[in-house]
């Protein structure tokens, strides 16, 4: 089973800031079948990012993805108040699909 | 719209039964995959299980593989999740997600969920 860890496990920034969340595999990804997703409390996770890079439907362009191999990065370029939450990636390229632990996304 | 709800979780004794149902609208439902994801409280997602389109194919997750069976009725728009066997560890929040296109396990929409918990 492929572990993903995220890190930082907690990031404090204030709205306008740039946000850069790590998400790190066991072993190399196939292809580049890693997804983000946005979750606030007391809601179900929204997709944000798929195929490490492509944006959903409806995710406006601040998201953006990045990486391959073991290293994939989510950046929001310029934070709005909606975007504090946790975020998840998820590996779907082996079997079983697993989803890291998580980074909680609190203002500062 | 796309929406999903679930429906069926509840309290369950250790070793009792549940069957959970997912409700589908706004889409054809028989051209997606879908899965089950579940989050113990206060905890991260976990995949559960995954039924193709057709419901010819069929995966679990080593943790539930024998004693949770997915299956779905296209006709009725529907995607069940029988449990049995339930353990304590099986406490969570269930949510049914729609396979997005051409990339069946990543989900774009998930519905609200469905609290089950195992205890005595």
């Known amino acids: 089973e492929i572990v993903l860890t995220q890190s930082p496990g907690t990031l404090s920034l204030s709205p306008g800031e740039r946000a850069t969340l790590s998400c790190r595999a066991s072993?190399?990804?196939?292809?580049?079948?890693l997804a983000w997703y946005q979750q606030k409390p007391g809601q179900a996770p929204r997709l944000l990012i798929y195929?490490?890079?492509s944006r959903a439907t409806g995710i406006p362009d601040r998201f953006s993805g990045s990486g391959s191999g073991t290293d994939f990065t989510l950046t929001i370029s310029r934070l709005e108040p909606e975007d504090f939450a946790v975020y998840y990636c998820?590996?779907?390229?082996?079997?079983?699909?697993?989803f890291g632990q998580g980074t909680k996304l609190e203002i500062k | 719209e796309v929406q999903l709800l679930e429906s069926g979780g509840g309290l369950v004794q250790p070793g009792g039964s549940l069957r959970l149902s997912c409700a589908a609208s706004?889409?054809?439902?028989?051209?997606?995959?879908m899965s089950w994801v579940r989050q113990a409280p206060g905890k991260g997602l976990e995949w559960v299980s995954a039924?193709?389109?057709?419901?010819?194919?069929?995966f679990y997750a080593d943790s539930v593989r024998g004693r949770f069976t997915i299956s779905r009725d296209n006709s009725k728009n529907t995607l069940y999740l029988q449990m049995n066997s339930l353990r304590s560890e099986d406490t969570a929040v269930y949510y049914c997600?729609?396979?997005?296109?051409?990339?069946?396990?990543?989900?774009?929409?998930w519905g609200q969920g469905t609290l089950v918990t195992v205890s005595s």
């Open positions: 706004g889409f054809t439902f028989s051209n997606y995959a």
């Open positions: 039924i193709g389109g057709s419901g010819g194919s069929t």
């Open positions: 998820q590996q779907y390229g082996t079997s079983p699909r697993t």
């Open positions: 997600a729609k396979g997005y296109g051409d990339n069946p396990r990543v989900y774009d929409c």
């Open positions: 195929g490490a890079s």
């Open positions: 072993q190399s990804l196939s292809s580049t079948y």
